[in-house]
């Protein structure tokens, strides 16, 4: 049998290493670049619009947001600001989508001012380049559609050496913005204002990955040090030990590479944490890497799952707290199922080199929508400049009304037997 395959969604003229999608528009938003290297390679925000062709997703390339000589490697959304780290920085941009009426006015300017110029407008880099990086769809770069604007910029990392922020993240409530970077810094300001309130050490070397839980009680952080620690403010509360779970796997042969707080399903006060231990050396024969369930009212591992041999690069959790969702470094993309850790969706070397990230579409009523009948539906990119999108059939099931009456049918159906043929029940 051959091996599984997911069309691509989208191609872009540069690698990609972040992607989000907007609750309440259902824009598509990734990013990418080669950097400042002077290779040619662009660096920008691409914003997509998701729509249906024949039951597949398709994907139209509506913007191009130029980032010049820095490319976007992580990014949160916040409302209508996107949050992107750029090299050493956070950089907070305004994004809004303008009604019709406004773009074709917006159009009919630019188009009268290019007649009366007497000159032909020639198209710009992202137009060219997006129209021959479709895959799956029509693509276009049409300016009108969305606006973006800079709306600050905060210093996120002081490496003196390569400075790179390396994961950033809304509080639930978006009162507060926070950062982490190779320097192991936490940064934290509050939101709007952008004024500071915390800056400590939390790791030595890079943070790999932070997250924040919805009262803004707890900071848990992952850093390439082998620890995940739990903060209250900048105080140390606690640092987590999956291991607890597995005494047979030996200390210091893992360490966490994400953490996501999460949902659960029909339970509405209830929380979860999950975090994703990867081996701190390879070995000739690869280790398992594991996905760990912990209480986040105690913080205590719940269930431990080994989840292949394929080193995981990214997790992402859905809305509700059902699914989560993993790439790995060598292209592979699956779904979990939160409850149990057990795997319900794989695709093998889906992309050709690592996937960057994963994100599930929303359950806002614009989420919904776009995911149509399936169960969930997840989002992927990598540096192979692809972007794809992996899908979980809606679970078969039937109405409770529809349930009744057949029981009502069997039952009756046993007493006419037992009448007609006495003695064979």
């Given at each position: 049998?051959?091996?599984?395959k997911v069309?691509d969604?989208?191609?872009?003229?540069?690698?990609?290493?972040?992607?989000?999608?907007?609750p309440?528009?259902?824009?598509v938003?990734?990013?990418?670049?080669?950097?400042?290297s002077?290779?040619?390679i662009?660096?920008a925000l691409h914003?997509?619009?998701?729509?249906?062709s024949?039951?597949?997703?398709t994907?139209?390339?509506?913007?191009?947001?130029?980032?010049?000589?820095?490319?976007?490697?992580?990014?949160?959304?916040?409302?209508?600001?996107?949050?992107?780290?750029?090299d050493?920085?956070?950089?907070?941009m305004?994004?809004?989508?303008?009604?019709?009426k406004?773009?074709?006015?917006?159009?009919?300017?630019?188009?009268?001012?290019?007649?009366?110029?007497?000159?032909?407008?020639?198209?710009?880099?992202?137009a060219?380049?997006g129209?021959?990086?479709?895959?799956?769809g029509d693509?276009?770069?049409?300016?009108?559609?969305?606006?973006?604007?800079?709306?600050?910029?905060?210093?996120?990392?002081?490496?003196?050496?390569d400075?790179?922020q390396?994961?950033?993240?809304?509080?639930p409530?978006?009162?507060?913005?926070?950062?982490?970077?190779?320097?192991?810094?936490?940064?934290?300001?509050?939101?709007?204002?952008?004024?500071?309130?915390?800056?400590?050490?939390?790791?030595?070397?890079?943070?790999?990955?932070?997250?924040?839980?919805?009262?803004?009680?707890?900071?848990?952080?992952v850093?390439?040090?082998?620890?995940?620690?739990?903060?209250?403010?900048?105080q140390?509360?606690?640092?987590?030990?999956?291991s607890?779970?597995?005494?047979?796997?030996?200390?210091?042969?893992?360490?966490?590479?994400?953490?996501?707080?999460?949902?659960?399903?029909?339970?509405?006060?209830?929380?979860?944490?999950y975090?994703?231990?990867?081996p701190?050396?390879?070995?000739?024969k690869p280790?398992?890497?594991?996905?760990?369930?912990?209480?986040?009212?105690?913080f205590?591992?719940?269930?431990?799952a080994?989840?292949g041999?394929?080193?995981?690069?990214?997790?992402?959790?859905?809305?509700?707290?059902?699914?989560l969702?993993?790439g790995t470094?060598?292209?592979?993309?699956?779904?979990?199922?939160?409850?149990?850790?057990?795997?319900?969706?794989?695709?093998?070397e889906?992309h050709?080199?690592?996937?960057?990230?994963v994100?599930?579409?929303?359950?806002?009523?614009?989420?919904?929508?776009?995911?149509g009948?399936?169960?969930a539906a997840?989002?992927?990119v990598?540096?192979?400049?692809?972007c794809?999108?992996?899908?979980?059939?809606?679970?078969?099931?039937l109405?409770?009304?529809?349930?009744?009456?057949?029981?009502g049918?069997?039952?009756?159906?046993a007493?006419?037997?037992?009448?007609?043929?006495?003695?064979?029940?």
């Open positions: 049998m051959g091996r599984r069309p969604l989208y191609r872009a003229p540069f690698p990609l290493y972040t992607v989000k999608v907007d309440k528009t259902g824009l938003i990734t990013a990418g670049g080669g950097g400042a002077k290779t040619g662009k660096n914003f997509l619009g998701l729509g249906m024949g039951g597949q997703f994907a139209t390339l509506l913007h191009t947001h130029d980032t010049e000589t820095r490319a976007t490697m992580n990014m949160a959304l916040g409302g209508d600001v996107i949050a992107a780290g750029q050493g920085s956070c950089c907070l305004r994004f809004r989508r303008k009604e019709e406004e773009g074709r006015k917006a159009a009919a300017t630019e188009g009268g001012s290019r007649e009366q110029g007497g000159t032909r407008r020639r198209a710009g880099r992202g060219r380049e129209a021959s990086g479709a895959a799956g693509t276009k770069e049409d300016t009108p559609q969305i606006f973006v604007e800079g709306v600050g910029e905060v210093q996120s990392d002081l490496n003196p050496q400075p790179l390396k994961v950033v993240r809304f509080s409530d978006l009162s507060l913005l926070l950062v982490g970077g190779t320097d192991g810094h936490i940064r934290v300001w509050e939101y709007p204002s952008l004024k500071e309130k915390y800056d400590f050490k939390a790791h030595e070397g890079e943070v790999e990955d932070l997250d924040i839980s919805e009262d803004n009680k707890h900071l848990v952080t850093g390439r040090d082998l620890a995940c620690s739990l903060w209250c403010g900048t140390l509360n606690m640092s987590l030990d999956w607890r779970a597995l005494p047979q796997v030996a200390e210091r042969t893992y360490r966490y590479q994400a953490c996501r707080f999460g949902r659960v399903e029909d339970q509405e006060e209830a929380r979860r944490l975090t994703v231990q990867i701190h050396k390879r070995d000739r280790p398992q890497c594991y996905l760990t369930k912990w209480d986040a009212s105690n205590l591992p719940m269930l431990v080994p989840c041999t394929e080193v995981i690069s990214c997790l992402a959790v859905s809305d509700s707290g059902t699914y969702g993993l470094v060598t292209g592979s993309v699956a779904v979990y199922i939160a409850f149990s850790l057990q795997r319900l969706y794989y695709v093998k889906s050709g080199i690592v996937v960057t990230d994100c599930f579409l929303p359950d806002s009523a614009q989420g919904q929508l776009m995911r009948n399936h169960e997840m989002l992927s990598a540096v192979d400049s692809r794809q999108m992996h899908t979980v059939r809606s679970r078969w099931s109405p409770l009304w529809l349930l009744l009456v057949l029981g049918l069997l039952v009756l159906g007493v006419l037997l037992q009448l007609l043929l006495p003695g064979a029940l």
